[in-house]
């Protein structure tokens, strides 16, 4: 009897230690499987792709594009007399000069590359200071009309060109709107315009380097929703929309559109620099500094900065405290204004302290 009790708490004893290994077993092999599960989720983590600059970018824009953009900046030379608004072609246009003509009225030229419209307009007549301009930004310059000297500056070489007095009213590369007079009624029609530029033995291709942009979300300035100046006889305002985070242009009260649908002109960012004019004949030409640089203005994302303007590699770029300042990526309007009373005379409405 005292053997068979023996022998039963032998066996129980082998089963419980039996068990125990069985566990011990089971807790080394699960073990190695949770750390892999770790690692896997840690590598799978690292692996994660990470966001890659666009290869391509608009170089005046800063917007990027799946293809290389290649084709040739056209210039315009755009109307901005009372009876020319509302104008048909600029929202499409990826930067607009915004500068002083005779009789205190400004004048455009649109520079378009990465959008191009179905026609531009009025078509005006040159100035020396916007065909260097166009020249300088690499792109051929289309007008409508200028003084002999300067026409002669044009043939002579100083710009790839396209003129509508050459083409008036042809319905091929320029049009005539019976809804307006003269000289407020030419009309570039744009394909044809590069079809004449590539007959003409123009490049109508070329590489461009692209103006500093950034992504950054925030941006440093003055708070600023509304911005006030007078140039020349015409008032100028840019109003902030938030919702859209661009600005609307406004000349003499009215909201800057086109034509053809109303649809507003709206811009990422607005570079107001001031500069040397000077009337130099009777008739209120004038000469402009484009080169020794100076005093700007520069608004972004409702903010108002206080910046320099320079010229860099023939472009017209803003700085502060010698280091460049990017533009936000998408479009912009360059306003030259005299230097009297220059950025001074510039009314920021709402601004903070």
């Known amino acids: 009897m005292k053997k068979l009790l023996l022998f039963v708490m032998m066996l129980t004893l082998l089963a419980a230690c039996s068990n125990q290994d069985e566990e011990t077993s089971n807790q080394t092999e699960t073990s190695p499987s949770e750390n892999e599960s770790e690692e896997s989720e840690e590598t799978e983590g690292d692996d994660q792709p990470t966001e890659q600059p666009p290869e391509y970018i608009y170089p005046l824009t800063g917007v990027a594009t799946d293809e290389e953009p290649t084709n040739r900046m056209m210039a315009v030379m755009v109307n901005n007399h009372p009876k020319a608004r509302p104008q048909t072609g600029l929202s499409k246009a990826d930067i607009v000069f915004e500068i002083l003509a005779e009789g205190n009225i400004t004048r455009f030229m649109a520079l378009f590359q990465s959008e191009l419209p179905e026609k531009v307009g009025p078509v005006r007549s040159a100035r020396p200071y916007y065909f260097h301009l166009a020249d300088d930004y690499g792109a051929f310059y289309v007008y409508h009309g200028a003084a002999e000297f300067i026409n002669n500056m044009i043939t002579g070489g100083a710009v790839d060109y396209i003129s509508g007095a ?6 091929v590369h320029f049009e005539r709107s019976s809804n307006r007079v003269a000289p407020h009624n030419s009309y570039a029609i744009v394909d044809g315009i590069y079809e004449k530029a590539e007959e003409k033995g123009y490049e109508i291709e070329t590489d461009y380097e692209p103006l500093p942009f950034t992504d950054q979300a925030e941006i440093t300035g003055d708070t600023a929703s509304e911005v006030k100046f007078q140039y020349g006889n015409n008032t100028v305002r840019y109003a902030y929309d938030e919702a859209n985070q661009r600005y609307k242009r406004f000349s003499d009260g009215e909201q800057t559109v086109e034509l053809a ?28 500094d484009f080169e020794s640089g100076g005093d700007a203005l520069l608004l972004q994302k409702g903010k108002a900065q206080h910046v320099q303007w320079e010229r860099m590699g023939d472009k017209i770029i803003p700085t502060k405290d010698g280091e460049t300042v990017p533009f936000v990526s998408g479009k912009t309007w360059i306003n030259v204004i005299p230097n009297d009373p220059g950025i001074e005379g510039v009314n920021l409405v709402g601004a903070s302290e």
């Open 166 to 171: 050459t083409w008036d009213g042809d319905n």
């Open 261 to 288: 649908d109303q649809a507003p002109v709206t811009m990422e960012n607005v570079l107001i620099m001031e500069t040397s004019h000077q009337v130099i004949d009777d008739e209120g030409r004038r000469e402009i």
